[in-house]
């Protein structure tokens, strides 16, 4: 069993002018990756930033944190070399958004970038396992992309129950609406890899809000690990 927990702050829910700064706010509170939504009003009804803010967080914050990029965007081959020269580390993005997954993963591992494969609500988990044994990571929405602060959706769990069944290695993201309240059902289901927005950003103790997700999370593969 590689995997471990590792909990990352999404910083839609942040105070936006001061980007750079609540990036490292979430450092010093623990985090241990910071996953950026990219949103291109055209695979989402929304707007946020692309490849010039994240270079620009690079470079005010730093080599060491780890960027998850969340690409919500139609066509998302054309960011990859972008991404990549912006300083991001993974590229996660919709297998909705694109026509040939298989070359996408090719071109992100040959920029040097770690794959992430994110699939919406009403994607099948077994349309993304084909992909499974080629990607870093599997992102399971618990919500509708698009915009922070919604509700978890519970429904969602059986298919991270169903990866962690079938690929015991593989890293495991949930993200939307997750914080205190939902992260037994995302631990229990065998996530790892924990987006909490406005739950932890928007709380008055990022600090302890990111220790408990992370203990859960911890506890619960190392359960997994003795029933083994
Ligand atoms: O990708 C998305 C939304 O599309 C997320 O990363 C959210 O921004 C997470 O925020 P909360 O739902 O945790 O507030
Ligand atoms: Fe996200």
Known sequence: MAYTAKIGPSILSSDLSQLGRECERMMECGADYLHLDVMDGHFVPNITFGHPMVECLRHSIGPDPFFDMHMMVSRPEQWVKPMAAAGANQYTFHLE????????????????????????????????????????????????????????????????????????????????????????????????????????????????????????????????????
Do not use: Y
Not at 163 to 178: A, C, H, N, T
Not at 193 to 220: F, Q, T, Y
């Open 97 to 228: 958004a694109t026509t040939n997954p298989g070359n996408l993963i090719k071109e992100i591992r040959e920029s040097g970038m770690k794959v992430g494969l994110a699939i919406k609500p009403g994607t099948t988990v077994e349309e993304l396992a084909p992909w499974a044994g080629q990607i870093d990571m599997a992102l399971v929405m618990t919500v509708e992309p698009g915009f922070g602060g919604q509700k978890f959706m519970d429904d969602m769990m059986p298919k991270v129950s169903w990866l962690r069944s079938q690929f015991p290695s593989l890293d495991i993201e949930v993200d939307g609406g997750v914080g205190p309240d939902s992260i037994h059902r995302c631990a229990e289901a065998g996530a790892n890899m924990i987006v909490s927005g406005s739950a932890v950003v928007s709380c008055d103790d990022p600090r302890s809000v990111i220790a408990l997700l992370k203990n859960v999370v911890s506890e619960a593969i190392q359960k997994r690990s003795l029933d083994r």
